[in-house]
């Protein structure tokens, strides 16, 4: 959520030709996952609960957070209706929070991709992701992402093709 939170603050003031508000966007991301601080992460592979359960799960959660922890606060009202402003993806910015959430799980999949020498090992996050993001500002990120992702990975088959000739 942190990084997230970070790049929300970057989005630039108009996406896809409509007026969008940082300062949202980055409350949006603060808040967009904090269901999971009782449920879980809850991934849509998760067999053992359905969608319309996991829908259930967090709105309960949330309910509880903003209700009973925060007593009904108008902070905690604000959260809540940044959550289902989230959810519906009913503006631009909850639009781009979105797109960054899916954008942050690929971005952290490469991270690791490099970080364990396993190029390409983590392509299910890539392919749950591949024609799902809907606005013009991440999509660039996206293909700047996969384009790095394929230059690293013929780079280390290249560098491993050299290593396995010299041993030879």
């Given amino acids: 959520m942190h990084r997230m939170s970070l790049m929300a603050m970057i989005v630039p003031d108009q996406i896809d030709g409509q007026r969008c508000d940082r300062t949202r966007c980055a409350k949006i991301a603060m808040v967009h996952d904090l269901a999971e ?3 879980g992460d809850i991934t849509p592979g998760d067999v053992r609960v359905t969608k319309q359960e996991k829908e259930k799960l967090e709105r309960d959660a949330m309910t509880r957070i903003c209700n009973e922890t925060l007593q009904g606060s ?3 009202q604000e959260l809540l209706a940044l959550w289902e402003e989230y959810e519906a993806a009913s503006t631009v910015e909850a639009r ?3 797109d960054l959430d ?3 799980m690929i ?5 690791y991709e490099q970080s364990d020498a396993r190029p390409l090992e983590l392509q299910p996050f890539f392919d749950s992701t591949k024609g799902r993001f809907t606005t013009d500002f991440v999509k660039p990120l ?3 992402l ?5 230059q690293s990975a013929a780079a ?4 491993s093709a050299g290593s396995a000739e010299r041993q030879t």
């Fill in 37 to 39: 601080s009782i449920v």
């Fill in 74 to 76: 108008a902070q905690g």
């Fill in 96 to 98: 781009v929070v979105k």
């Fill in 102 to 104: 899916k954008f942050d």
């Fill in 107 to 111: 971005l952290q999949a490469w991270e």
């Fill in 142 to 144: 996206v293909d700047m």
């Fill in 146 to 150: 996969n384009q790095k992702r394929q």
């Fill in 156 to 159: 280390t088959a290249t560098s």
